[in-house]
């Protein structure tokens, strides 16, 4: 059995190195520019470079996204771009545009090349196109089906890797698609058919006012009827190994270093034990409680197990589900003692019950009963952002070790 790659986001220096350290095969990144996440922290040129060096003292592996759909005054500057970049040993830079694969080809020529899900790339002649083309690794759309994607590894060059997307974000426009049209008129838009719904005039009207029409805007808040489910594949580990993927995707640039360390702990942990005993596999019902304890929304299978119907959409809130707080990250731990240096994230107190997370084995529970701050000074509780707390703690820690609360 293949073992696949568990593929974490990157969105900063430190989100690179808590999504290693969790247990992540490897990472993908943005630079300053050419990605398609401009609103994750991304790297300097320095930034990447000391990545890729932690990375790689690891074992691990980094790839770069540049997925941007480029207008003509943007070749100039990925040029000089992938030049400066190709000199930084990445594993792998990410495009979603022939005209950029192109670039890469003729300005990189030894830096592998993956196809990115903006190509929208749903079957297998596509898949071998992009193999043929020179694509070590094709990133399939998220409207696959578990059985298509069967039949794409079954139908293609088995040294084409395949990486899907498991856990994370989804839109109404998966992979650059929209299904408005399909849901509103049965026309399939993903087919030819499409209605263009998304050109339609609409209005709100509150139901205590009726008559009373007011425009819907789109702004960075979003719209409820446009909210989607998270994605999330924990649970069935077992098919997608044995689909064939490569390479296991989570979505999060832009989430937090406690969402990236929680989901790719959780995630390495049951592909470790499937692929330990694939026979005697049982899902640990445990992890899917972990993975809830991260900023959220409620989650579905997305296209896995068939299309997406009312039931993969969230209409009453677009508020994420946040049962948890990240309160505290250890800098230093010493043995002797006992006692932690934690740096604050968010206001914890004396009696607070806290949850400890490390890279490895289960959290464990304790009690505040004693903090002071760095005069060592006994103290009732740790209010200010990034102020430094030692404690005693209940278990041997480690540098990055988390520790969260329950909201209650």
């Keep these: 059995m293949i073992r696949p790659e568990l593929l974490a986001p990157g969105g900063s220096l430190e989100k690179l190195k808590i999504a290693i350290l969790y247990g992540a095969d490897a990472v993908y990144v943005g630079g300053e520019a050419f990605s398609l996440r401009v609103a994750a922290e991304n790297f300097s040129i320095d930034e990447l470079k000391e990545g890729i060096a932690f990375a790689h003292e690891r074992g691990k592996k980094v790839y770069l996204t540049a997925n941007i759909l480029p207008h003509?005054?943007?070749?100039?500057?990925?040029?000089?771009?992938?030049?400066?970049?190709?000199?930084?040993?990445?594993?792998?830079?990410?495009?979603?545009?022939?005209?950029?694969?192109?670039?890469?080809?003729?300005?990189?020529?030894?830096?592998?090349?993956?196809?990115?899900?903006?190509?929208?790339?749903?079957?297998?002649?596509?898949?071998?196109?992009?193999?043929?083309?020179?694509?070590?690794?094709?990133?399939?759309?998220?409207?696959?089906?578990?059985?298509?994607i069967r039949e794409i590894r079954e139908r293609t060059p088995q040294d084409l890797e395949l990486e899907a997307f498991v856990h994370g974000a989804m839109c109404i426009s998966y992979s650059g698609r929209c299904l408005l049209s399909n849901y509103m008129t049965s026309?399939?838009?993903?087919?030819?058919?499409?209605?263009?719904?998304?050109?339609?005039?609409?209005?709100?009207?509150?139901?205590?006012?009726?008559?009373?029409?007011?425009?819907?805007?789109?702004?960075?808040?979003?719209?409820?009827?446009?909210?989607?489910?998270?994605?999330?594949?924990?649970?069935?580990?077992?098919?997608?190994?044995?689909?064939?993927?490569?390479?296991?995707?989570?979505?999060?640039?832009?989430?937090?270093?406690?969402?990236?360390?929680?989901?790719?702990?959780?995630?390495?942990?049951?592909?470790?034990?499937?692929?330990?005993?694939?026979?005697?596999?049982?899902?640990d019902k445990t992890q899917l409680e972990e993975i809830k304890k991260v900023s959220h929304r409620p989650y579905s299978t997305g296209f896995y197990f068939g299309k997406p119907n009312e039931e993969g959409q969230v209409y009453t809130s677009s508020s994420y589900i946040r049962d948890y707080d990240l309160v505290g990250m250890v800098t230093d731990y010493d043995e002797k003692t006992g006692i932690a240096t934690i740096s604050q994230r968010n206001k914890f107190v004396l009696g607070d019950e806290i949850e400890i997370m490390q890279p490895e084995g289960p959290f464990i529970k304790q009690t505040v009963t004693y903090m002071e701050n760095e005069k060592g000074e006994a103290i009732e509780s740790a209010p200010h952002a990034a102020m430094t707390v030692k404690m005693p703690v209940s278990v041997p820690v480690c540098v990055n070790a988390m520790l969260r609360r329950e909201r209650k």
Excluded at 115 to 126: D, G, L, R
Excluded at 213 to 240: A, Q, W
Aim: one cysteine or more.
């Design 72 to 148: 003509n005054s943007d070749i100039d500057q990925f040029i000089q771009y992938i030049k400066e970049v190709s000199k930084l040993n990445f594993d792998a830079v990410l495009v979603a545009d022939p005209g950029i694969m192109s670039i890469v080809k003729e300005y990189a020529p030894d830096l592998p090349i993956h196809i990115s899900t903006q190509a929208n790339n749903v079957n297998y002649k596509s898949a071998e196109f992009w193999y043929n083309q020179g694509a070590k690794r094709v990133v399939l759309a998220r409207e696959m089906s578990m059985a298509e």
């Design 187 to 283: 026309r399939d838009s993903n087919q030819g058919a499409c209605a263009h719904p998304c050109r339609w005039n609409y209005s709100l009207m509150e139901e205590t006012r009726p008559g009373e029409y007011m425009p819907v805007y789109e702004n960075e808040r979003g719209t409820f009827i446009f909210n989607s489910k998270d994605l999330c594949m924990i649970e069935h580990i077992p098919e997608i190994i044995n689909s064939g993927i490569t390479s296991l995707k989570l979505e999060g640039r832009v989430k937090t270093a406690y969402y990236v360390a929680t989901i790719v702990k959780a995630y390495r942990q049951e592909i470790d034990r499937y692929l330990e005993n694939p026979e005697g596999y049982v899902f």
